[in-house]
Structures are given as structure tokens and as C-alpha cells.
């Protein structure tokens, strides 16, 4: 089943979180929370935010974050404006205000399947392979291959172009008159063939056992053939 929501994934963390005024103003728990569900989060920065909920997902092994620690900390998110609160019929959810301010360099961002809060107006969905996101806008920060917008709903998806033109594979008439030395740019002559069983220059000769050695790899590879060998290879 093709993928249609955004699902939790690794997210951007920035330095000045550090020394955000808004973060240093909750408690250290509740800082910890934010970086918790900021990984939580789908991909228009939407998260469940039920204490037991998060408390399964976000804590599993922290003692200290009990539901009702959990729910103090997610007001104090929220009193600071760091992450809006809000309802939907039975489920708590949680947006982040400042998503698409540090999150904007996703490779593809699909629709949440949770509604958006009152108000919110700030959905984009882009490189998406098909049309899934009726009445969300693209990212006007982000280009497609041709260095226009993308267009809406992900419609520019797939459309993967190479950096530069792959090249054929020559055929064997080419091949030869590379090794032949025509099709070269170079004004220097090719070297010329290693003769069988010695070295260049009247070098002294090969001992019997690197003249077979040298025998075996002139009929392994063709690119020491002469004459009608290389026009014969393939």
C-alpha cells in the first residue's frame, strides 16, 4: 500500500535551541520533551500529544516522566508558544509553531492525517510521486529540476533528471581505431606493441618464467592483440 501520510523520521535540530529564551524558560524535562516529539512529529509537524500516549513513544525508560509530569510539561510547551495544543474529537494533538521555519529541508513532505489547528494555515506537500494532498500548497522555497517552483500537490514528483548524459558503449569498429591511435587528440604516436617474450628497448630479456607469465596475460587480455585480433574483438 503506497504511503499517504507523513510519518515520524529523523528531523533538523539547530544550535540555537541552546539558547532559545523560549526552551530555557521550561524545565529541563520539558526541553528534553520537545526534542522527543520533534522526532515524533509527521511531516507537517503534527504529533499525538495524550500523556500516555507520549509516555509509550517518547519516554519509554524514564521513570520521572510520569503522565501528569508529561502533561505539565507539554502546558509549559505551550504557554511559551513553542507548540500549540489543541483537540480533535477524542485525540490531544500538538503542533509545532516554527515547523517549516527548521524543517523545510525534507526530501518530500506528505499530508498529516490529523486535521490542522484552528487557524493554521501553513500546510505544504512537494515531492510526492502522486497527487495525494487535495488542498495543501507547495513549499515556494523549494525548486524542481528546472529551477522553477514545484507545482502543486506534488505534481512534479519523479521527475529525476542525471547531471550530465550517459554515454553509449562504443562499438568494436571504434574500439579499434581507438587502440589503433585515430581517434586520438594527442599529437604523440601510440606506444608502440610489447614484444613477445622480451622488454621495450633491447632490454635484457624475460626469465622463462615471466615469458609465461607474459604469454598467459597477452592471451587473457586483448588489449595487447594486433592486427586482425582487434578488429575480431568484441
Known amino acids: ?24 524558560a521550561c524545565d529541563p524535562l520539558a526541553q ?21 500516549w507520549v509516555k509509550a513513544n517518547a519516554f519509554p525508560f524514564v521513570s520521572e516522566a510520569t503522565p501528569r509530569r508529561i502533561r505539565s510539561w507539554i502546558a509549559q510547551l505551550s504557554e511559551h508558544e513553542l507548540l500549540i495544543s489543541y483537540t480533535t474529537g477524542n485525540v490531544e494533538l500538538g503542533q509545532f509553531v516554527t515547523w517549516w521555519k527548521r524543517q523545510a529541508g525534507q526530501r518530500r513532505a506528505y499530508p498529516s492525517r490529523w486535521p490542522a489547528p484552528p487557524g493554521w494555515d501553513q500546510d505544504r506537500t512537494y515531492g510526492l510521486p502522486t497527487d495525494q494532498s487535495p488542498g495543501a500548497q507547495a513549499d515556494p522555497k523549494r525548486t524542481n529540476s528546472a529551477g522553477n517552483p514545484p507545482a502543486e500537490r ?36 601510440p606506444n608502440p606493441p ?19 607469465l607474459d604469454a598467459l596475460m597477452e592471451r587473457d587480455d586483448p588489449v595487447e592483440a594486433e592486427g586482425d585480433e582487434v578488429a575480431a574483438w568484441r
Open 1 to 24: 500500500m503506497a504511503k499517504q501520510y507523513g510519518t515520524p523520521g529523523p528531523r533538523a535540530l539547530y544550535p540555537d535551541a541552546c539558547t532559545s529564551p523560549s526552551l530555557a
Open 32 to 52: 528534553l520533551l520537545f526534542d522527543r516529539l520533534l522526532v515524533l512529529a509527521d511531516d507537517q509537524g503534527r504529533v499525538q500529544t495524550d500523556p500516555f
Open 154 to 189: 506534488g505534481q512534479d514528483a519523479g521527475n529525476v533528471r542525471a547531471g550530465r548524459p550517459q554515454s553509449a558503449r562504443p562499438d568494436s569498429a571504434s574500439r579499434a581505431r581507438f587502440r589503433a591511435g585515430a581517434d586520438s587528440d594527442s599529437t604523440t604516436p
Open 194 to 212: 610489447r614484444p613477445r617474450g622480451g622488454r621495450r628497448n633491447g632490454a635484457k630479456p624475460l626469465s622463462p618464467r615471466a615469458q609465461a
